[in-house]
């Protein structure tokens, strides 16, 4: 793509990002809503047009460059079952003391598809109740990891255990 033409899509590219922004903000504010009224909607639409500015500026801000990959959604579908086999392995935790293990592990590093897959991999891992990303560092891909989880649907074995991102 030449100059010119990366120059006139990136009004269209913005545009786009403010629109999805805006529309996620205003749903999630809808769904947590009592009631839908029509001034509610609007106060919800507005509201997430100023956080949708806020996010790309943000966004561009950050040197952080990252690109999807498809490990985010296999780790996704795995966040709420292992979310609910957390909670319900947690009274047993609580009475009985369950192991804790505090483990060092590789991550990829170096570019935007390694970063995205780090990301993911970190937010997936951090979003369950019996594990959390406490360290990670970017140079070298090292991530440690604090556990308490052991057993279906092992999460941290499935975001863990894979070396590359995929192409």
Not at 15 to 26: D, I, Q, S
Not at 38 to 51: F, I, M, P
Not at 77 to 86: H, I, L, N, S, W
Not at 127 to 147: L, N
Request: aromatic letters at 6%.
């Amino acid at each position: 793509m030449n100059q010119q033409t990366a120059s006139r899509a990136a009004p269209a590219r913005a545009a786009l990002e403010y629109a999805l922004w805006t529309a996620a903000g205003t749903l999630f504010w809808l769904a947590t809503a009592s009631t839908v009224t029509a001034v509610e909607t609007a106060v919800a639409a507005a509201v997430s047009l100023v956080c949708a500015v806020l996010a790309r500026l943000a966004r561009r801000a950050l040197p952080f460059r990252a690109r999807p990959v498809r490990g985010w959604l296999r780790w996704a579908a795995a966040v709420p079952a292992a979310t609910v086999a957390d909670l319900v392995r947690l009274p047993g935790w609580l009475r009985t003391g369950q192991r804790e293990e505090l483990r060092e592990a590789g991550m990829p590093a170096g570019g935007p598809r390694e970063t995205g897959w780090r990301a993911g991999g970190i937010v997936a891992l951090s979003a369950t109740p019996g594990s959390i990303v406490v360290a990670s560092d970017p140079e070298s891909g090292a991530v440690k990891v604090h556990s308490i989880t052991s057993g279906w649907p092992r999460l941290d074995e499935q975001v863990l255990r894979e070396k590359e991102p995929e192409q």
